[in-house]
């Protein structure tokens, strides 16, 4: 058995109560290994006082094997109910990873939130790399005015006469650049390539010592992180009950009527009969119910055999399964959007 | 010597792993030993106030600490077939969410609030067990708004030492930092446990004196309590 489903058993061993020590050892050291190269990765630019990478891993991962009193984890069993075990049993293996991940580097960035006011940043080292990306880019020039050095960017047509010029007066100006077009959680070469490329689109000159590129570096780098924390917390909490599943309806009306449509002309096109036009939408409906309760339960060609009763297996892998599944792919997009733009919103409105 | 330090750091990760799955190697331990007791000078009793033969509790074992400060009584529920264990001692924080370590056994046991803890169908040789406990070395009282915190109760060896705590609200409950500070180095707390209200109770494994918890949605009260 391949590598994440053998883990998927252990967190099913788990949940069951029914692991040994050794699988819990082994569960443990495969978390720690999924978070190190992340970890290590940001420790280039912050490094945590006390805290090797090691020990962020080993805090992130603690967290999930805190106990009850009846020495189970009620944190871990939190985030990986049956219901998704289940899922995740019949689902690909980099379903499960992918989600694996997610919850580690989500969990990893919340570690990083708390332990902020120990955040150290390695500033030789990236004043170091800023140095050198600034002498490999030819957007910018190195000036030296005294015993200070100077970062100029000049856009390629000069900016003309209204153009704004960004000097250590108003540098702020540059770190809403910075924070406005998104370039936090980036490292020093893209940083400067992306920031070049918003120079040179809003026609700005920017001329400011290296040493106040380094502290908006830093800047943009810390709300990143910060911003990211609050939006994992953000993922992880509960909706609001009634708007959500008021909104629910409504899409799924929504969907009902575009797959009304859609089907109408395939009918039209004689590619399906109308029964079959209306087994599709009910097998759809049945399927979108199940995604609400924690998931399909079914093969597909199940939800589609329970309105046509006379489906054979041959049948709906020849003529079925593939509109089957486009509808299913296009229905899992169309919530997933809807999600997404009721999350911002709801995030924008600070909920 | 860098592929030594790459060993090294991959023998920490792996005791910690240890760590978080096995019963915790306490080391301020008290080792407890059996301790015969007196045979009932009413052996006729249970008769005469007419009550069954059939004894619910059966007195299974009974330890004590080498001062005989401490008192652990094994019982047995005969209906059930669950052992369960009771621990006396005079001071409440030695009796109170004590670790109950029995060799052999894959994890400890902690008490509650009475001192008791239930054991359940244990496959145990009473006869030659060996049972050590690991009593609170610091106990920290904490509310919603507390930062910092002195111990109410306190070992020589944590005298002095603070814990310092940050809340980060979260939509569902809230997170808390605990962090000890102002103790000694050569100090390792090596489990930390919390309890909500008195009825909640939640055990980590600290990283370098720090733990990181997820609190239920409401609480009024927390106890820390940090063993060695």
């Known amino acids: ?351 | 010597m860098k592929m030594e330090f790459k060993k090294l750091k991959e023998k920490e990760i792996l005791d910690f792993c240890t760590q978080l799955c096995q019963p915790a190697n306490f080391e301020n331990k008290i080792i407890l030993f059996f301790r015969k007791s007196l045979p009932s000078p009413f052996p006729h009793l249970l008769g005469f106030e007419g009550l069954t033969s059939l004894e619910i509790y059966g007195e299974k074992v009974t330890l004590a600490s080498a001062d005989s400060s401490y008192l652990l009584r094994i019982l047995k529920n005969n209906i059930s077939g669950e052992l369960q264990a009771h621990l006396l001692h005079v001071q409440k924080e030695k009796y109170q969410y004590v670790f109950i370590c029995l060799d052999g056994q894959d994890k400890n046991y902690l008490t509650d609030a009475h001192g008791r803890v239930n054991l359940g169908k244990v496959d145990l040789d009473l006869s030659r067990i060996k049972v050590s406990l690991c009593p609170p070395s610091a106990i920290f009282d904490l509310t919603k708004t507390t930062s910092q915190a002195l111990p109410r109760f306190v070992s020589d060896k944590l005298n002095g030492s603070k814990l310092e705590a940050e809340f980060f609200p979260k939509e569902s409950g809230q997170t808390l930092k605990i962090q000890l500070t102002n103790r000694e180095k050569d100090i390792d707390i090596k489990r930390i446990t919390l309890i909500v209200d008195e009825s909640e109770i939640l055990i980590a494994v600290p990283q370098k004196g720090l733990a990181i918890l997820e609190l239920p949605e409401n609480f009024e009260n927390l106890q820390i309590n940090l063993y060695e």
């Open chain 1, 1 to 351: 058995m391949a590598g994440e489903k053998r883990i998927l058993l252990k967190f099913l061993g788990i949940i069951n109560n029914t692991y040994n020590e050794k699988e819990l050892e082994e569960l443990i050291l495969f978390l720690v290994n999924l978070i190190m190269p992340a970890i290590r990765k940001s420790r280039a630019y912050f490094q945590l006082s006390n805290y090797e990478p090691q020990d962020i891993a080993l805090l992130t991962v603690s967290t999930l094997f805190v106990r009850d009193k009846n020495n189970r984890f009620p944190v871990l069993e939190r985030l990986f109910d049956w219901k998704k075990i289940e899922r995740f049993l019949s689902a690909s293996e980099n379903d499960f990873n992918r989600y694996l991940k997610n919850i580690l580097l989500r969990r990893l960035k919340q570690t990083f939130y708390y332990l902020r006011s120990e955040i150290r940043p390695e500033r030789n080292k990236i004043k170091r790399e800023i140095l050198y990306t600034i002498k490999k880019y030819q957007e910018y020039q190195l000036k030296r005015s005294g015993s200070r050095q100077l970062v100029s960017f000049v856009p390629s047509n000069g900016g003309g006469q209204n153009s704004e010029k960004i000097t250590e007066e108003n540098s702020d100006q540059l770190l809403s650049i910075c924070l406005n077009n998104g370039l936090g959680g980036l490292q020093v070469p893209k940083f400067l390539k992306k920031l070049a490329d918003n120079l040179e689109k809003n026609m700005v000159h920017l001329e400011i010592s290296v040493q106040q590129l380094l502290e908006i570096y830093i800047e943009t780098q810390k709300h990143y992180l910060q911003a990211e924390a609050q939006q994992a917390f953000h993922q992880e909490k509960r909706y609001n009950a009634s708007e959500f599943q008021t909104n629910l309806k409504n899409w799924i009306k929504e969907l009902q009527k575009k797959y009304d449509l859609i089907l109408a002309r395939y009918v039209e096109k004689d590619k399906i009969s109308s029964e079959e036009k209306e087994a599709y939408l009910q097998a759809l409906y049945d399927l979108i119910i199940d995604w609400q309760d924690g998931g399909q339960e079914k093969p597909l060609f199940n939800y589609l055999k329970k309105y046509l009763p006379e489906l054979s297996p041959e049948d709906y892998r020849f003529k079925k399964r593939r509109i089957m599944e486009y509808l299913v792919r296009n229905a899992r997009n169309y919530f997933k959007n809807k999600l997404e733009s009721w999350e911002n919103l709801n995030y924008l409105r600070g909920v």
